[in-house]
């Protein structure tokens, strides 16, 4: 099945950006849901945005209109543009896979796929 790999974290000042990647191993991307979570030390795993097979999106009111998601199937990636970084975006960062259709693309629980994290200090 497939495999997930997250890179691209690292440490910037507030108002800055980074790009985040998860290249997939193994199989296409093209049939799954896709996500990425972040997870703070202490509190639970936050989803910040979905996307399905089809492109379609949902963001979390935390990162919205600053966070953009997209794919490339030609490269079997995932990747995150996170731009006005702010501190509370410290976070370890993760991108999961979900075969499933849209209507579940959402649930949390769906996720049986998960990269092992990437790093993101805002400071």
């Known amino acids: 099945h497939v495999q997930l790999v997250e890179s691209g974290g690292g440490s910037v000042q507030t108002g800055g950006s980074l790009r985040l990647s998860c290249s997939a191993i193994?199989?296409?991307?093209?049939?799954?849901?896709m996500a990425w979570f972040r997870r703070v030390p202490g509190k639970d795993r936050e989803g910040i945005v979905v996307?399905?097979?089809?492109?379609?999106?949902n963001y979390a009111d935390s990162v919205t209109g600053r966070f953009t998601v997209s794919k490339d199937l030609a490269k079997n990636s995932l990747y995150l543009q996170m731009d006005s970084l702010k501190p509370e975006d410290t976070a370890m960062y993760y991108c999961?896979?979900?075969?499933?259709?849209?209507?579940?693309?959402?649930?949390?629980?769906?996720?049986?796929?998960w990269g092992r994290g990437t790093q993101v200090t805002v400071s």
């Open positions: 999961a896979a979900a075969n499933v259709g849209w209507a579940r693309c959402g649930l949390r629980s769906e996720y049986n796929v």
């Open positions: 193994g199989e296409g991307l093209g049939r799954y849901c």
């Open positions: 996307i399905d097979k089809d492109g379609r999106t």
